[in-house]
């Protein structure tokens, strides 16, 4: 019976192993790859322009602000603007 026991696990370890064999043969990461950005696609489309709609007839398409908030605005533009360059680098050296 303990002899039978022990061929049954062997068994049952080969099956697994031939398992996990077929399934690593089985892996194709460009199609998984492909199959996973369908599935999340919402997630890693480049969301569309933000297109300026006036509130209620107004035609003004320009920001008027203070002299302070301003040059605020105008420095946070351009923050924004490295960090934003600094992440296209970012993610054009990992692509490759």
Known sequence: MFLSA???IRRGRQIT???LNRAIADLD??????KYLEYFE???TI????KFEPHKGDEVSTVNAQVLIRDEMQSRFIQMQ???AGLKTENDETKD
């Open 82 to 84: 490295n960090r934003l």
């Open 29 to 34: 990461t460009v199609v998984d790859k492909q």
């Open 47 to 50: 969301p569309k322009k933000i």
């Open 6 to 8: 022990q061929d049954n």
């Open 17 to 19: 192993i031939e398992t």
């Open 42 to 44: 919402t997630t890693f």
